[in-house]
């Protein structure tokens, strides 16, 4: 009863009755499936990626090989130059140069004038709204009255912010012939040459 009642369950399971001795074989669908899978597997490669050629191959390697040599220069560079740097700035903070001082002063320099002196600007109307010492202390933002607009920009950093932002030459505000009207063209040209710089960093 057991072995009929086995031979039924793989009957169920295989659609056919395995004799004694040989192994069950599977389902038409399976094996057609199962026979699919394979045929996918050689087209995809062993990896599953697509199937290049030993050739597409190493010429990716050589690449991907090329380009971590690189950054292996460029990081050794500079570890170096990162290392000559911090010597110097502690050289300087010994000597009595406020190293704090320099990186700030440093770093607006290199940021957008424009937008520094507005939000000097802005910062001193709020450390007078919040009522902070701060606000008078050293004549600090002494300069720009709390109830007017932050300050007009000067026409040297209006044209340079123009030639920043890809403005054309026929926004320049001002009269042609006049000096304002060089002055503004002369910094758009140099706001494009830093867009420029700073697209190639």
Same mark, same amino acid.
């Given at each position: 009863?057991?072995?009929? +009642?086995? +031979?039924?369950?793989?009957?169920?399971?295989?659609?056919?009755?395995?004799?004694?001795?040989?192994?069950?074989? !599977?389902?038409?669908?399976?094996?057609?499936?199962?026979?699919?899978?394979?045929?996918?597997?050689?087209?995809?490669? =062993? %990896?599953?990626?697509?199937?290049?050629?030993?050739? $597409? &191959?190493?010429?990716?390697?050589?690449? !991907? %090989?090329?380009?971590?040599?690189?950054?292996?220069?460029?990081?050794?560079?500079?570890?170096?130059?990162?290392?000559?740097? *911090?010597?110097? &700035? #502690?050289? +300087?903070?010994? &000597?009595? &140069?406020?190293?704090?001082?320099?990186?700030?002063?440093? =770093? #607006?320099? *290199?940021?957008?004038?424009?937008?520094?002196?507005? @939000?000097?600007?802005?910062?001193?109307?709020?450390?007078?709204?919040?009522?902070s010492p701060l606000a008078?202390?050293?004549? !600090?933002? $002494?300069?720009? %009255?709390?109830?007017?607009?932050?300050?007009?920009?000067?026409?040297?950093? @209006?044209? @340079?912010?123009?030639?920043?932002?890809?403005?054309?030459?026929?926004? %320049?505000?001002?009269?042609?012939?006049? =000096? =304002?009207? @060089?002055?503004?063209?002369?910094?758009?040209?140099?706001?494009?040459?830093?867009?420029?710089?700073?697209?190639?960093?």
């Amino acid at each position: 009863m057991a072995t009929r +009642a086995s +031979a039924k369950s793989k009957k169920a399971r295989t659609g056919k009755v395995p004799s004694r001795g040989k192994v069950a074989t !599977l389902p038409k669908s399976a094996l057609k499936a199962k026979g699919k899978g394979k045929k996918a597997r050689r087209a995809l490669g =062993d %990896n599953g990626g697509p199937g290049l050629t030993d050739a $597409q &191959i190493k010429a990716e390697l050589n690449r !991907l %090989n090329r380009l971590y040599s690189d950054w292996e220069k460029d990081r050794d560079v500079a570890k170096q130059s990162n290392g000559v740097y *911090r010597s110097a &700035i #502690k050289a +300087a903070k010994k &000597i009595g &140069i406020d190293t704090d001082a320099y990186i700030g002063a440093r =770093d #607006k320099d *290199r940021a957008d004038h424009g937008k520094i002196i507005v @939000q000097a600007a802005n910062e001193g109307r709020y450390l007078r709204i919040m009522d902070s010492p701060l606000a008078t202390q050293m004549d !600090l933002f $002494q300069n720009l %009255n709390p109830e007017e607009a932050p300050p007009t920009l000067d026409v040297a950093l @209006q044209g @340079q912010m123009a030639g920043k932002n890809a403005e054309p030459e026929s926004n %320049n505000p001002y009269l042609p012939g006049t =000096d =304002d009207f @060089q002055i503004w063209l002369e910094n758009h040209k140099i706001g494009i040459g830093q867009a420029a710089d700073s697209l190639r960093h």
